[in-house]
């Protein structure tokens, strides 16, 4: 029967599309009512009964029986010689309810009323793809590659949605063959020609924000917050990372124990290079870290032109600007701040702080030093290894390899 068809492809496609019943319910008896407005006038006196589960579906139509010679609306009235031929015992004047065989409206209604049942769930199907994705933008989302072209490629997720990639957000270095799994984050979900388009993003820094969350525990608990990323997609990025909790380095928890943590990551951007950096409000400080791994002399800032000043051995100005000019542009975009490197080969500054050798010797070293007014290199290395000893703590053989590393520093 047509009615049966017509439920039973509807509780198909309910099925496979996860309408909820009661938008299903309303759409199925929206259709039917402009069908019957269509060939009867009016549906005041029709009932639709639809059960979705056992793909049952019928109309019903009431009317008042009247005497034979008194119908005037065939559509609400029925005359009494007919409504007894269906059961005797009926009287003038009592309502007469009968199940519309679906075949009266005709093989044509019929064709028009799928057609815009199946036109009116496709708007549905759209505009819940469209909710749902505009719900999860800044997501990360795995599909599967369907389709590859010039521009973009098309992506399949688990529900059999296509969405885009296109190459402005690839990586350059990205490079997939159909049936390739791929992930990404949703950068944007725009309507186009009445259809929802779900572009996704390799190269936005929020990618690399979900995949720190992803990777590290802290960071996706809130412990160690993400302060600001940089990137040269497929090159190079930097991540300001602060921690409110002083037990927690948020360096070492990013990167991992001998990397294992932002190893998944870079391997995932193509080998990206990422520098992790303690956030510090001390611009000073955070321009210095921003431009590792180059060791920064001073530091001159103006703060009204945004600019800063950068004074550096001249071994270090390569590093300080990096490959393609890519960690001095980074760190200018992670501190807001121009920066400008300039070579400090002035003869008479040649001396250097001993905080600048904390990474090579104890600071409770430097500070035994620092007591006895020892606070640069030269100054240490004027004095003679017993004179360091006796006016010291410190043993002679910390003392001469004290002297050892500072001595290299002029070599």
């Known amino acids: 029967m047509e009615n049966l068809n017509l439920v039973e492809s509807f509780a198909e496609f309910k099925d496979i599309k996860n309408i909820d019943r009661v938008t299903m319910m309303r759409i199925l008896e929206d259709t039917l009512k402009n069908m019957i407005q269509k060939k009867y006038g009016s549906t005041d006196n029709f009932d639709i009964v639809v059960n979705i589960d056992k793909g049952d579906l019928e109309v019903w139509r009431t009317r008042t029986i009247v005497d034979d010679n008194a119908v005037q609306d065939p559509n609400l009235e029925i005359a009494y010689s007919d409504a007894i031929k269906v059961e005797p015992d009926f009287e003038v004047g009592e309502e007469f309810s009968e199940v519309i065989d679906m075949n009266q409206f005709g093989r044509r209604a019929i064709l028009s009323l799928r057609q815009h049942l199946a036109s009116r769930v496709l708007e549905l199907e759209k505009d819940a793809i469209y909710k749902k994705y505009k719900d999860r933008v800044g997501e990360i989302i795995t599909g599967e590659v369907y389709q590859v072209w010039k521009k973009e490629i098309m992506i399949i997720d688990d529900e059999g949605n296509e969405l885009i990639l296109p190459k402005s957000e690839q990586i350059p270095t990205d490079f997939y063959r159909k049936g ?77 124990m001998k990397g294992s943590r932002i190893h998944g990551i870079v391997r995932e951007l193509r080998n990206e290079n990422i520098d992790v950096i303690n956030f510090t409000n001390n611009l000073t400080l955070f321009i210095t870290r921003a431009l590792s791994p180059a060791k920064i002399i001073s530091v001159k800032i103006d703060e009204e032109n945004k600019k800063a000043e950068v004074f550096l051995k001249p071994d270090q100005v390569s590093l300080a600007i990096g490959k393609g000019g890519f960690n001095i542009k980074l760190a200018g975009k992670l501190t807001g701040y121009e920066i400008d490197v300039y070579r400090d080969s002035e003869p008479d500054v040649e001396d250097v702080d001993l905080n600048e050798f904390s990474d090579e010797i104890d600071e409770w070293i430097i500070d035994e030093l620092k007591a006895i007014g020892c606070d640069t290199a030269k100054s240490v290395l004027e004095m003679s290894v017993d004179d360091l000893v006796k006016r010291t703590d410190l043993e002679e053989g910390t003392i001469k390899e004290v002297v050892k590393i500072l001595k290299e520093e002029f070599e």
């Open 180 to 256: 390739d799994t791929i992930r990404a984050v949703v950068l944007k979900v725009d309507m186009k020609n009445n259809s929802p388009q779900i572009i996704l993003s390799r190269t936005s820094s929020v990618f690399l924000e979900r995949l720190f969350e992803a990777e590290v525990p802290e960071v996706f608990d809130g412990l160690i917050t993400i302060k600001k990323i940089v990137r040269v997609p497929g090159e190079r990025a930097k991540v300001a990372v602060e921690s409110y909790d002083d037990r927690i380095d948020p360096v070492g928890a990013c990167v991992g």
